[in-house]
């Protein structure tokens, strides 16, 4: 799960076939580029690479470098999240999330407010982006040659390529799950940013129709040089090796192996990990 908050998409993806209904299931493998536009080098570093697996409503997540499992279930109205090498496993809610994330925003608003009734100088360019995350507006524009959709702003751009999915309810199923998902990484993981500018992002992508993102780059130059580029290969239906890995994942989480811990001691054993 933790592939940053903004390591959710990709920035050049080969579609094998289409689908013709949700039970066929979809795999999605992204890997994740830091760019540096100084450079010759368009593909930059590869970063972090995960495999996304969509069977009968759930959708399975798995991030390698982080060791982390992460299972979205909408009908439960949860989330699974687990690590094998920390041993470890926790269930967030639905409306857990809601309540972590509407409560660090009245933290940073209050936060924000208090620097502002002290400060006699302007705020600073970091205060902007906090207040831009908590209110993000962009000015929005499609190429409908390119299927391509750009989300400007003065405090981070994003340049989105979508591929039209005939699945209609494949294509919401995974939007919710990428909204949940932002949603879930700034509670895990509260040092990344938060989620109200993927859930623009999300929104202006549902406005375009039938289409997945297959090509997500964010640009938050000047305040940060790199660019980081997502790049998703879709395939529609599972084989035989996705079967697999569902199962063993499944059989994971119902073991003895893994302990059912809070929230917060899942996050705080996130933390000691991520600090080695």
């Known amino acids: 799960m933790n592939r940053l908050w903004f390591l959710p998409y990709l920035l050049i993806s080969v579609i094998s076939g289409m689908p013709t209904c949700a039970a066929q299931g979809l795999k999605i493998s992204t890997q994740i580029h830091a760019v540096d536009p100084a450079t010759t080098d368009s593909r930059g570093s590869v970063v972090s690479s995960s495999l996304t697996l969509c069977h009968n409503g759930r959708i399975f997540d798995y991030v390698a470098s982080a060791d982390e499992l992460c299972v979205f279930d909408p009908v439960q109205k949860q989330f699974v999240v687990a690590s094998q090498s920390r041993r470890i496993q926790t269930i967030v809610t639905f409306d857990e999330i809601r309540h972590h994330t509407e409560t660090r925003r009245q933290r940073t608003e ?16 970091e205060l902007q982006f906090i207040r831009f995350q908590l209110n993000p507006e962009f000015r929005q ?13 003065p405090a981070l751009t994003y340049r989105v ?5 005939d699945d209609a309810e494949q294509v919401e199923r995974c939007l919710a799950w990428r909204d949940w998902t932002a949603r879930l990484n700034s509670v895990l993981h509260p040092d990344n940013l938060f989620p109200e500018p993927r859930l623009e ?8 129709g039938n289409f997945l993102p297959v090509v997500v780059e964010l640009d938050r130059r000047p305040a940060v040089m790199t660019v980081l580029r997502a790049e998703h290969q879709l395939t529609a239906g599972l084989s035989d090796d996705d079967h697999t890995r569902i199962a063993r994942w499944e059989s994971l989480l119902k073991s003895a192996e893994l302990e059912v811990v809070p929230l ?5 054993s996130a933390l000691v990990s991520r600090s080695r």
């Not at 209050?110 to 360019?125: D, K, N, P, V």
């Not at 390119?146 to 989300?151: H, P």
């Not at 390529?161 to 999915?165: A, I, K, V």
């Open 201 to 208: 992002m999300n929104r202006a992508i549902r406005e375009r």
């Open 110 to 125: 209050e936060y924000l407010q208090e620097i502002a009734g002290r400060s006699e100088a302007g705020e600073s360019r």
């Open 161 to 165: 390529e979508l591929s039209r999915w």
């Open 141 to 153: 524009s499609f190429d409908a040659a390119r299927n391509t959709l750009l989300l400007v702003s």
């Open 264 to 268: 917060r001691r899942y996050q705080q």
